[in-house]
């Protein structure tokens, strides 16, 4: 499948502050998701971009597809400790298979 | 709840033995997907099904592994001589495959096997 890179793996955070997670791919993607997983929980849905350029928000979180649609990133101001979790962004490919990036955890200092 | 579910939660068994697990998607959904979890990493894709037929196996899933979706309604995960590397989560997902494309998969809680 379609390797997708994250970087940060770790990404701790001082609550209040903003901070920005990447996801990156040496392919052009079609088509890209990204996932929350909170602690013992599961991946739950919460964004899919498909065009080029594509930005959407969500509340206080910015999702983007680069350009070139081999990159996309997360951006999330005054992190708050609801935003404690990994996130995950998963290439879809034309066969419908998703396939996941290893995450960035997020933890948040009070 | 009308969200995926599965079953059992939690699973320990030895090695060698043979353990099965079920999953039960959201109704209307017409694709089920098992993924593997490891401590530290995303899920892995292990197979699919659209409706009954299952359409693909990820090369990661050995002769050890079968998986069903008989009447493409519950599915069913066996692995048989059970290894302590198949110890991971499994996680169930199912999505509705509709005109405009994929939409998004909706995951259950996952099984997680302890093989001891």
């Known amino acids: 499948g379609q390797q997708v890179m994250q970087i940060p793996q770790y990404q701790h955070v001082q609550e209040g502050e903003d901070f920005t997670t990447y996801c990156n791919s040496s392919?052009?993607?079609?088509?890209i998701q990204w996932y929350k997983q909170r602690p013992g929980g599961h991946p739950v849905f919460l964004i899919q971009?498909?065009?080029?350029?594509e930005v959407k928000k969500q509340k206080r979180l910015t999702f983007q597809f680069g350009e070139a649609k081999k990159n996309s990133s997360l951006h999330i101001t005054a992190t708050q400790t609801t935003d404690v979790g990994t996130y995950f962004c998963?290439?879809?490919?034309?066969?419908?298979?998703?396939?996941f990036g290893a995450g960035t955890t997020v933890t948040v200092r009070a | 709840d009308t969200g995926v579910s599965q079953d059992p939660r939690h699973k320990i068994t030895k090695r060698g033995q043979n353990v099965t697990f079920r999953c039960d998607p959201i109704?209307?959904?017409?694709?089920l997907y098992w993924y593997r979890q490891t401590l530290g990493q995303g899920p892995e894709f292990l197979t699919y099904?659209?409706?009954?037929?299952?359409?693909?196996k990820s090369r990661l899933l050995s002769n050890r592994f079968s998986a069903e979706r008989p009447k493409g309604s519950f599915s069913t995960l066996e692995i048989q001589r059970t290894e302590q590397g198949d110890s991971a989560m499994y996680l169930c997902?199912?999505?509705?495959?509709?005109?405009?494309?994929?939409?998004?998969?909706?995951f259950g809680p996952g099984t997680r096997l302890t093989v001891l």
């Open positions: 997902a199912s999505s509705l495959e509709t005109l405009a494309g994929e939409g998004e998969q909706f």
């Open positions: 392919t052009t993607l079609s088509n």
């Open positions: 971009l498909v065009k080029s350029g």
């Open positions: 998963a290439a879809l490919s034309n066969d419908y298979k998703l396939s």
């Open positions: 109704s209307e959904h017409n694709r």
């Open positions: 099904f659209q409706n009954e037929a299952q359409l693909e």
